[in-house]
């Protein structure tokens, strides 16, 4: 599978008045044509600061993208000038913000959001942009298209919405398209009918799909890999198996554990997470997930571990690699 998104060491700070937040602190991961990657892990790891980061969306001030290189298409995106990304964006990669029920905006059509974005990057005339726009529309499932287009975001559900955001992704036939969290304020029923959407559009068009998650269940069913994000790192890189059926990070195991299992007794109780997420101005050298890690060991204050190889395309940052099996045995 050839190459097409390759993150390299990406560090982005946010330089605030009591100090530096290291969202992202060293990431590296690829991505391939065609290939779904998730980022997984809680609030405030860094997941979406890194998805944004790969756009050059981060807003400066206060936040800066201190190094590292994001090869695209072989173009390294932080070497461009500010025409060359804005090309980019939207052409080249799509994204689905967090947010469906205010990404959109509020006081233009849902026509006029779609007709701009196809002839900024496309050069079509209007008429053009309009047959884009419904044909994208009934694409994502939305039925009448026609005359959708001139009615506003308030007239569409939350669904709908995002049903929206992703023919927007679509609407310039991109490479490679950023979902963040693209099930947010959606419930159950409608989170399920818009991942099996872009599931199915994303490899019928044969489009690379980078989703980031809290949500273990979406790494399952429509990740092909999956990296585990923690404190600003990667902590665990591997297939969407490897991680769930030999996880080989106490992080990992800890979210996996953390979830409701149809195998188990209906009265076994879950075991949570303890502790929070560290202060990201505050990490010392050491691991950062070792205060809430029960496999801990003197070793994992000196220094933060580097990802290492456990298996053929499955790494973990972790000092404890002689614990795998025991780590492996409480998982099942």
């Known amino acids: 599978?050839?190459?097409?998104?390759?993150?390299?060491?990406?560090?982005?700070?946010?330089?605030?008045?009591?100090?530096?937040?290291?969202?992202?602190?060293?990431?590296?991961?690829?991505?391939?044509?065609?290939?779904?990657?998730?980022?997984?892990?809680?609030?405030?790891?860094?997941?979406?600061?890194?998805?944004?980061?790969?756009?050059?969306?981060?807003?400066?001030?206060?936040?800066?993208?201190?190094?590292?290189?994001?090869?695209?298409?072989?173009?390294?995106?932080?070497?461009?000038?500010?025409?060359?990304?804005?090309?980019?964006?939207?052409?080249?990669?799509?994204?689905?913000?967090?947010?469906?029920?205010?990404?959109?905006?509020?006081?233009?059509?849902?026509?006029?959001q779609l007709t701009e974005t196809v002839r900024q990057h496309m050069g079509v005339s209007q008429e053009a942009a309009e047959a884009r726009a419904i044909e994208l529309l009934g694409m994502v499932g939305i039925s009448e298209p026609q005359r959708r287009l001139r009615q506003y975001p308030h007239h569409f559900s939350?669904?709908?919405?995002?049903?929206?955001?992703?023919?927007?992704?679509?609407?310039?036939g991109p490479k490679l398209i950023i979902a963040d969290e693209p099930t947010t304020a959606l419930d159950v029923t409608?989170?399920?009918?818009?991942?099996?959407?872009?599931?199915?559009?994303?490899?019928?068009?044969?489009?690379?799909?980078?989703?980031?998650?809290?949500?273990?269940?979406?790494?399952?069913?429509?990740?092909?890999?999956?990296?585990?994000?923690?404190?600003?790192?990667?902590?665990?890189?591997?297939?969407?198996?490897?991680?769930?059926?030999?996880?080989?990070?106490?992080?990992t195991l800890a979210l996996l554990r953390s979830v409701p299992r149809m195998d188990q007794p209906r009265k076994a109780k879950l075991v949570p997470v303890e502790g929070q997420p560290p202060d990201l101005m505050r990490l010392d050298a050491g691991c950062a997930f070792r205060p809430r890690c029960t496999f801990a060991v003197a070793q994992c204050g000196d220094a933060a571990p580097a990802l290492?190889?456990?298996?053929?395309?499955h790494h973990s940052a972790c000092w404890e690699k002689a614990r795998l099996t025991e780590f492996r045995r409480m998982a099942s």
């Open 1 to 112: 599978m050839a190459k097409l998104l390759e993150v390299e060491g990406l560090r982005t700070h946010f330089l605030t008045s009591v100090g530096v937040v290291k969202a992202v602190d060293g990431i590296s991961y690829e991505v391939g044509e065609g290939e779904t990657v998730a980022v997984v892990g809680e609030s405030g790891c860094g997941k979406s600061v890194g998805a944004l980061s790969i756009l050059r969306l981060i807003p400066d001030p206060p936040g800066k993208i201190m190094g590292g290189r994001i090869r695209f298409n072989g173009r390294d995106l932080l070497t461009l000038d500010e025409e060359e990304i804005r090309r980019v964006r939207g052409r080249e990669i799509g994204m689905i913000f967090q947010e469906p029920m205010t990404s959109l905006n509020p006081v233009l059509t849902i026509g006029l």
């Open 158 to 172: 939350g669904g709908m919405r995002q049903r929206v955001m992703i023919a927007l992704a679509l609407s310039c």
């Open 190 to 251: 409608i989170q399920a009918q818009i991942l099996e959407l872009m599931k199915d559009l994303t490899r019928r068009l044969g489009v690379a799909l980078i989703i980031i998650t809290h949500n273990l269940g979406v790494v399952a069913r429509y990740a092909d890999r999956v990296n585990v994000m923690y404190a600003g790192r990667i902590v665990e890189s591997g297939t969407a198996r490897q991680i769930y059926h030999s996880p080989s990070h106490p992080y």
């Open 308 to 313: 290492a190889p456990v298996a053929e395309g």
